[in-house]
């Protein structure tokens, strides 16, 4: 059973930047294709972006293109989301989500996910 463990929410100002971790365990990394999702209060969870299992392939929700970017990293099992330019309408639980990818195509984006974190809340002032 593969687990996920969201960290490096908290409070920021608009304008700053915020860099999420989350940390996979219980199965083997390099056969997952890892992205995140975020819920803001009173809406549904959306799609924020992606990444291939081997890294090199990305795709990002309209919405975050040019100040959001993911990584992986295969030696420490973890895939990150820095977040730039923060705007007060980020505000949300992200989560992070996997799924497995036999042939290493990216399908997160169209809500098709085997694992979720339990999320890291992330709150932007004005």
């Known amino acids: 059973q593969v687990q996920l463990v969201e960290s490096g929410g908290g409070l920021v100002q608009a304008g700053d930047s915020l860099r999420l971790s989350c940390a996979a365990s219980g199965g083997t990394f390099s056969n997952y294709e890892m992205g995140w999702f975020r819920q803001a209060p009173g809406k549904e969870r959306e799609f924020v972006s992606t990444i291939a299992r081997s890294g090199d392939s990305t795709h990002y929700a309209d919405f975050v293109k040019g100040r959001f970017t993911i990584s992986r990293d295969v030696t420490k099992n973890t895939v990150s989301l820095q977040m730039n330019n923060l705007k007060p309408e980020d505000t949300a639980v992200y989560y992070c989500?996997?799924?497995?990818?036999?042939?290493?195509?990216?399908?997160?984006?169209?809500?098709?996910?085997?694992?979720w974190g339990k999320g890291t809340l992330v709150t932007v002032s004005s």
């Open positions: 989500a996997g799924r497995l990818s036999p042939y290493g195509r990216t399908r997160l984006m169209y809500n098709v996910v085997d694992y």
